[in-house]
């Protein structure tokens, strides 16, 4: 079974060669494929040095375009499985083997996410308060949608199978895609889990979203999940759970 | 000479300045004729508007301006919003054709350098297993 690791960074220079030589440790099965979206420091040469295929972008793509590269990689590369990890070094590589080992139990499920909020007991980091209440009404909608719990729906802590990873390569939201690819996986008929995890606070650089920005980003993503539900869904066959996106014409 | 005509005279001009501007870039293929179809219709139809004052008006009574000239500017208006929507519609396109080149850009240089010279993931590779110390402990 061919599993790939999905590293986006963007000026992760400080954490990026912890993250890669992490993976190597903790899941040595993984082929690290950091996607350096264009960024102005090291980030590239530090990545290769510490052993990862690194592809870099001409230009920064946001978040979402340098999934979608990754996914891109795994599905022209013939991989069975990519899990995506941020480069700030969030993401414990050591929950990789519960999530193949789950994956591998229940063969119906196509992608299955760390959540921070599954499990009450855990501690680690759980994100600043204000973003926590735009967590738990994107949960809440979500959940609802989806019928099912959805905890963590900003967790870019995911592993998914290749029906995922071809529905990622061919389509994958812009901006902040999290809560949107929830949703997409829930629109094209595959299952998804959530399993708790411990994240940390990120060892370097910046995140992605500022402050400032997050009330753009509430606004910009529940317009995203009040669109989507207007689009056209793939058809399901009689009987069957349901195709992606009728196999991929997409 | 009545305000009326003034005003006529000056939407005239303005429109037939448009209209022939548009021409000239289309002309020189400085504009490509699938965005400057939407800009010669409008500014055709604010030129016919201009000089044919019946229809101007007729349009006006019936939309309920009193005053002709200014159906003129509610009509451009309308054009204008129209083709803003255009743009951005191209923008959108423009920016989803830049990202997938850009992923393909990124995934071929990969490609090319893999081939080009494979040492750079090999020896971190045989780096690591010398010198087990060099694992960073995951925190």
């Known amino acids: ?250 | 000479m009545s305000m009326q005509l003034k005003i006529q005279l000056v939407s005239i001009v303005v429109t037939a300045g448009l209209f022939g501007v548009i021409f000239e870039l289309l002309r020189r293929k400085r504009l490509m004729e699938r965005y400057a179809l939407l800009w010669l219709f409008a500014s055709a139809v604010l030129l016919a508007l201009a000089v044919w004052r019946g229809l101007l008006e007729t349009i006006a009574a019936a939309i309920g301006i009193y005053y002709a000239p200014s159906a003129l500017f509610v009509i451009a208006f309308g054009f204008i919003l129209v083709l803003l929507l255009h743009f951005s519609l191209v923008i959108s396109r423009l920016a989803d054709q830049n990202k997938v080149l850009a992923q393909r850009l990124g995934l071929l240089q990969q490609r090319l350098d893999e081939l080009e010279g494979a040492e750079a993931p090999a020896v971190a590779e045989s780096a690591r297993r010398e010198d087990p110390t060099t694992v960073v402990s995951s925190r």
């Open chain 1, 1 to 250: 079974m061919r599993c790939i690791a999905i590293i986006p960074a963007y000026n992760e220079v400080a954490s990026v060669a912890d993250v890669v030589a992490s993976l190597r440790q903790n899941a040595p099965g993984f082929d690290a494929l950091v996607v350096d979206d264009g960024s102005t420091d090291a980030t590239t040469a530090v990545a290769r040095a510490a052993g990862a295929r690194v592809i870099r972008h001409p230009f920064n793509l946001g978040i979402g375009g340098a999934v979608q590269s990754g996914y891109r990689f795994a599905l022209e590369n013939d991989y069975d499985i990519a899990v995506q990890i941020d480069g700030d070094g969030q993401h414990d590589t050591r929950h990789l083997a519960e999530f193949v080992e789950f994956l591998r139990r229940n063969p119906h499920i196509d992608m299955v996410t760390g959540s921070r909020f599954l499990d009450d007991a855990a501690d680690g980091y759980r994100s600043s308060a204000s973003r926590r209440i735009g967590i738990r009404i994107f949960s809440k909608v979500l959940s609802a949608i989806t019928r099912r719990k959805v905890t963590d729906p900003t967790s870019g802590f995911r592993m998914t199978t290749r029906r995922g990873i071809a529905l990622f390569a061919n389509d994958y939201p812009h901006d902040y895609p999290e809560v949107e690819a929830v949703l997409m996986v829930h629109a094209h008929r595959l299952e998804g889990a959530e399993l708790p995890v411990r994240m940390r606070a990120r060892t370097g650089g910046a995140s992605s979203i500022g402050s400032t920005q997050s009330v753009y980003y509430m606004i910009k993503v529940l317009l995203a999940i009040f669109v989507g539900l207007f689009r056209a869904r793939p058809t399901p066959e009689p009987g069957q759970p349901a195709p992606v996106s009728a196999e991929q014409a997409l």
